[in-house]
Structures are given as structure tokens and as C-alpha cells.
């Protein structure tokens, strides 16, 4: 079993609609990272929490560290977040352990 | 604005050559990595650097080799270059403990032919 589930693989969503990510892990850890990459790009950071929830414009991140367990929102989404969602964890604190990816696509 | 800079965005060499990948941040960040990322496998570590001239195996050090000499800079070495190491590089650096300032590089495409 990967230390990180993530879900769903691939998502597809018409412009405007809400959008949920869900992340699972299995470690112990203390705080968990949202990447993000476009086609062909590098990889951005968007969050990394510790707890509860952080905000960034139409990006909302939570966590629920009891549960092991976080997920992205998007609202409101453009097609411009058509991207893979990552989400990683640092079980050693000096290391990080990746989901597989979500791939979105939203359309117009 | 901070950065992770890679030296090449694309590089095509030829199998037996040795290749140098670099990467360098302006943070001064302790902590610096190197991925692989291959479709369906999602990114692997190969090497990670918690200080100058330390290093760490990460899941697939197998043909790959580091250098840390200088805070700033990790250098990936593949000593002699395959088919099978085509694949997105990317480098990484961050602080030390929870991977505070966690920063990504742009990444290099290396074709192995």
C-alpha cells in the first residue's frame, strides 16, 4: 500500500463547478504539502498545513491530522487550473513521499 | 523572488556519456533533492542533501551519483548515461524539518539516445 492515496486519479469538470481533491496517508506526520504542475511546467507549492484549513483565492486546503487525511478545493474553477494535484508528506521531516497525482481538466 | 534554478531546461545526450544536471537555490536552504518523474510512476527520490557535502540514498540511487560542495548547488552525475534514465529531473530544496519553504525547480527533460 503507498503511503499516499490520492483521489481521484483523473477529474474532469465543466467550468465554474466546485472541485474536491481527497488525500489519504498512512505515516505519521506533522504537516502535509499541495503541489501543483501544469503541462510540461514544474512544480508549484500551494499549501502546506499543519491543521485545520488555509485559504488562497479560490483554493482552499484542509486537514484533518487525526484522520490522516486532507483535501483541495477549488471553487469556482477555470479552465487555467487544468493541472496535476499533488499531495506529499514528510515522514522524516527532512523527506517527502508523493501521491500519484490528480489530473484535472476543466473545460469551457 | 526565490528560486530554484536548473541549468538546462532540455538536454539530449548519447548512452555512455556522463551528465552533469545542477541545481542551485538562493534561499539558503539546508535540505536540497533530486527527482525522476516518469509517467505512471509519479515522482522517486534519488538522492537528497541535508548539508554541504553530505548525502542521502533516496528509492533509486542506482547510476546516479551527487555532489553538495557548496550550500547553494546539487549536482546530479549519471556517470554513464542509458536509455532506461530518459526521464523529467527535478530538483528541490527546502528548510530543515517539515520541509518549511518547500521549492521546486522547473525541471530538465533529459533524452538518453
Known amino acids: 500500500k503507498n503511503e499516499v492515496e490520492q483521489s481521484p486519479q483523473n477529474l474532469t469538470a465543466q467550468e465554474g463547478e466546485f472541485i474536491t481533491i481527497n488525500c489519504s496517508y498512512s505515516?505519521?506526520?506533522?504537516?502535509l504539502h499541495w503541489l501543483q504542475q501544469h503541462p510540461g511546467g514544474g512544480i508549484v507549492s500551494l499549501f502546506m498545513l499543519s491543521s485545520g484549513k488555509k485559504k488562497h483565492g479560490r483554493l482552499i486546503a484542509t486537514i484533518n491530522i487525526q484522520e490522516k487525511h486532507s483535501s483541495l478545493h477549488i471553487t469556482a474553477s477555470h479552465p487555467r487550473d487544468s493541472a496535476v494535484y499533488i499531495c506529499?508528506?514528510?515522514?522524516?521531516?527532512?523527506?517527502?513521499?508523493f501521491g500519484a497525482g490528480t489530473r484535472l481538466t476543466v473545460k469551457p | 523572488d526565490v528560486k530554484v534554478t536548473q541549468s538546462s531546461r532540455y538536454l539530449v545526450k548519447r548512452t555512455g556519456e556522463k551528465v552533469f544536471l545542477e541545481c542551485v537555490q538562493d534561499?539558503?536552504?539546508?535540505?536540497m533533492f533530486w527527482y525522476r518523474q516518469d509517467p505512471g510512476l509519479g515522482l522517486r527520490l534519488i538522492y537528497f542533501?541535508?548539508?554541504?557535502?553530505?548525502?542521502e540514498k533516496g528509492d533509486i540511487p542506482e547510476g546516479y551519483s551527487v555532489s553538495r560542495e557548496k550550500k547553494e548547488r546539487f549536482s546530479l552525475i549519471l556517470e554513464s548515461a542509458s536509455t532506461n534514465q530518459t526521464s523529467m529531473y527535478l530538483c528541490a530544496s527546502s528548510f530543515w524539518g517539515l520541509n518549511y519553504g518547500y521549492t521546486f525547480g522547473s525541471g530538465t527533460r533529459l533524452t538518453v539516445v
Open positions: 506529499a508528506v514528510p515522514p522524516y521531516n527532512n523527506d517527502m513521499r
Open positions: 542533501s541535508y548539508d554541504v557535502k553530505m548525502k
Open positions: 534561499m539558503d536552504h539546508e535540505n
Open positions: 505515516v505519521g506526520i506533522s504537516a
